[in-house]
């Protein structure tokens, strides 16, 4: 009897043994086989990876299916995964995290808005989880919770580049300049190379009207590698600003290779030759901006009629003066730069005192009248000189 029981709790024990075994073998070939799968994953080849756990019906693989999937934007595949991977992990806020990441990248935010607002009450102290939360709410238009949400992230992390960027954007917004300098200077002490926070400060300086701190801080974010147009275009117009007209030229020369039909920069451009007295390209960019233009243009072809005064080519600025007076007929110190132009090349003086005779006559209220009145007086003062003359 006693042999039989030792037989049978020998055979037991024995059973017991190749269960565990096979146990141990199934986890360690599955742990084998989960290794090969992440390794696989780390290398990107994310598609290999999904057929490898998809055909070897793994259990507990729901989760690397999830992060498969979503690598690959396969989003309603990486959702359902996730969702699987939450149930049979409800404890496990990484997976949480990353689900509700996914969330908010395909723009499900009431659902994403949920997922991080269970990870707070998880745990309070995780900065991503409010900033994650901040992002949503920011996008759901809730700029004022979206902002506590920010502020909690930077309290918690006062080195979070990203939390630091949106409140200084929003100070910036605000015009909280006192404020905004000092959030930069805080991440910019933990982070120098951080083009974003560099070019606020830079939109900072340039809103107060510090031209030239402006320019160094655009400069800097020059040495950083950004470049745009925008970033162009406020540099050119403080070194204007500062009267730097050559460093302004070739800054909107710069920006003009992003948008060459700019007819703005274009006229720009031309004004800034203007003030260099460079009038060949003053002429040739503010005229290429006016045959670009769509709009009432009498302050431009006034303007470029100017120079072609300076060009000691009256016919041709008259020319231009007439067309701005087309575009405003009621522009009255066009009418009197005609007057005063055609003045420059008629020959007699009896053709000169007969244009300042005409505008008088017409232009009774101009702002003008005294001078021309003038101007006049002293015509007709050198006919009767040279009629004298003509005399003896």
Not at 110 to 138: C, M, Q, R, S, W
Not at 230 to 239: D, N, R, T
Request: hydrophobic share 35%; proline share 2%; glycine share 2%.
């Amino acid at each position: 009897m006693f042999n039989s029981f030792y037989q049978l709790h020998s055979t037991l024990q024995s059973r017991v043994l190749i269960v565990l075994l096979i146990i141990a073998l199934k986890v360690e070939a599955q742990s084998s086989t989960f290794n090969a799968i992440d390794s696989i994953m780390a290398n990107g080849n994310f598609s290999k990876a999904i057929t490898l756990l998809e055909s070897e019906n793994i259990n507990n693989s729901s989760h690397r299916l999830a992060k498969a999937y979503n690598a690959i934007g396969n989003y309603d595949k990486a959702i359902s995964n996730y969702t699987a991977a939450i149930k049979n992990n409800p404890d496990n806020t990484l997976i949480k995290y990353e689900y509700g990441k996914l969330l908010s990248k395909i723009k499900a935010n009431k659902d994403a808005l949920l997922v991080f607002k269970t990870l707070i009450e998880i745990d309070n102290t995780n900065p991503n989880y409010y900033y994650e939360l901040g992002v949503i709410l920011a996008r759901l238009e809730q700029t004022k919770a979206s902002q506590n949400s920010f502020k909690e992230t930077y309290k918690l992390d006062s080195t979070h580049q990203k939390a630091i960027f949106k409140l200084a954007k929003y100070s910036l917004q605000k015009k909280e300049f006192e404020r905004l300098d000092t959030l930069i200077t805080v991440g910019l002490n933990s982070y120098a190379k951080n083009a974003a926070l560099t070019s606020l400060k830079a939109q900072s300086m340039y809103a107060q009207r510090k031209y030239a701190k402006a320019i160094n801080w655009f400069e800097k974010l020059l040495e950083l590698g950004e470049k745009s147009q925008f970033i162009y275009e406020k540099l050119s117009f403080a070194c204007a600003k500062e009267v730097e007209y050559k460093k302004a030229i070739e800054y909107l020369k710069k920006a003009l290779l992003y948008d060459p039909k700019n007819t703005g920069n274009l006229y720009r451009l031309g004004s800034l030759y203007n003030a260099i007295h460079d009038y060949e390209n003053a002429e040739k960019n503010i005229k290429l901006s006016l045959q670009l233009q769509d709009e009432p243009l009498d302050i431009q072809y006034s303007n470029l009629a100017t120079v072609y005064n300076r060009l000691k080519k009256p016919r041709e600025a008259v020319k231009y003066f007439n067309k701005a007076l087309k575009e405003n007929p009621n522009n009255k110190q066009v009418k009197f730069y005609i007057v005063v132009t055609k003045s420059s090349y008629y020959k007699t003086i009896e053709s000169r005192i007969k244009l300042f005779e005409t505008f008088i006559k017409e232009n009774p209220e101009s702002i003008y009248l005294e001078f021309a009145k003038q101007k006049l007086s002293k015509l007709k003062t050198e006919q009767f000189m040279n009629a004298d003359n003509e005399k003896n």
